[in-house]
């Protein structure tokens, strides 16, 4: 018996509901595998089922009676022909000018002007790799990146437009985080006993989570999950135990609070001698500590007519093969290498 949610990319809270991009109610289907030998399942597996639906009579939920199990290889396959034309593309081109060139397209693509900072941060967090070996040390390698800023400065659209770009990645309000929960819960239920009902941070392993309106969690609520953003991995130890894998690439997306008022005040970015001043209002201590990036956007920084005008010029179509690209990176086949210049200049700095 397994229970499993749809593959979504965004999700929010309206009135009760939890609905994806489509308007279709977030929830679980359980679902029980007719098979002759045991099946693993892994809790962020991607699998495909056939089977038939069967209404219980007294509650009207649906089962499916599945007969036939597959696992889709996600994230695992990508189209070489499409990887060696954006390597063309970048053939001669300087790192910074390959930077250059995929932050001129993406704001073309998404109409998001002047926050480049967000966008190069974006991009950072999906392309890490999940380990990385350096100096003989194997080390965590997946993001955890923070967007602080003044609202309406483009923190979520960047996100959502990534997701559009590079088709992976899930997008997630505050109160969404809450009502389903980001590690986990022991559930139980009727004459089954008790199981773990796994989070977001375990269903998002090896992918990529967003969540919008960080700010809105308590400060506790992030420190609970620091040891699992550092080790990569979810423990329950209550009336159902199991542990899973977390190695979630993160993007907290946050205001300033005013925590002289309430901690549900806003305030404002400019109010702040430092911009990095206003993280210590989201986040604890222990929380900072596993950050990798925080990238700021303060409603000044960009002029309104900069924005208020026809964005004509259209992206190049080699701008849509990043979306290969990170299934390569993501596959078990990428491949990281220092050269000497490299390894230097990280000692120095």
């Given at each position: ?8 990319f965004t999700l929010e809270k309206r009135g009760e509901k939890i609905v994806d991009e489509r308007g279709f109610e977030y ?33 009207q939920q649906t089962t499916l009676l599945a007969y036939k199990v597959d696992f889709p290889e996600e994230n695992t396959t ?59 040390m194997l080390q965590r390698g997946w993001g955890n990146i923070l967007f602080c800023g003044d609202t309406t400065t483009a ?195």
């Amino acid at each position: 018996r397994i229970r499993v949610r749809p593959p979504v990319f965004t999700l929010e809270k309206r009135g009760e509901k939890i609905v994806d991009e489509r308007g279709f109610e977030y929830k679980a289907l359980d679902i029980y595998v007719v098979a002759e030998k045991p099946i693993v399942f892994q809790p962020s597996s991607l699998i495909r089922v056939e089977g038939t639906p069967l209404p219980n009579p007294k509650t009207q939920q649906t089962t499916l009676l599945a007969y036939k199990v597959d696992f889709p290889e996600e994230n695992t396959t990508f189209d070489k022909e499409k990887l060696n034309t954006l390597n063309e593309k970048f053939k001669g081109l300087s790192v910074s000018e390959r930077v250059c060139w995929i932050l001129d397209n993406f704001e073309r693509f998404s109409k998001i002007v002047g926050r480049r900072n967000l966008a190069m941060a974006g991009f950072l967090a999906y392309f890490t790799p999940l380990w990385v070996r350096f100096d003989g040390m194997l080390q965590r390698g997946w993001g955890n990146i923070l967007f602080c800023g003044d609202t309406t400065t483009a923190k979520t659209e960047t996100i959502r437009k990534l997701i559009m770009l590079l088709k992976a990645g899930m997008l997630i309000t505050a109160e969404t985080a809450t009502a389903v929960g980001l590690t986990g819960t022991a559930t139980q239920v009727e004459k089954e006993g008790w199981f773990v009902d796994w989070g977001f941070l375990v269903l998002l392993d090896r992918k990529l989570l967003a969540v919008d309106g960080a700010h809105k969690l308590s400060l506790s609520n992030w420190a609970a999950l620091a040891e699992a953003e550092r080790s990569g991995v979810v423990s329950i130890a209550k009336a159902a135990k199991n542990t899973a894998y977390a190695r979630t690439r993160q993007i907290k997306i946050a205001n300033p609070v005013d925590r002289e008022a309430d901690k549900y005040s806003t305030k404002s970015l400019s109010a702040f001698l430092y911009p990095c001043q206003a993280i210590p209002t989201i986040l604890d201590k222990t929380s900072i500590a596993r950050l990798d990036l925080a990238v700021f956007a303060d409603q000044h920084d960009v002029a309104p007519e900069e924005i208020n005008k026809v964005q004509a010029e259209e992206a190049e179509a080699e701008i849509l093969f990043l979306a290969e690209a990170l299934n390569w990176c993501w596959s078990s086949q990428a491949q990281i290498e220092y050269t000497e210049e490299a390894v230097n200049t990280i000692h120095d700095e």
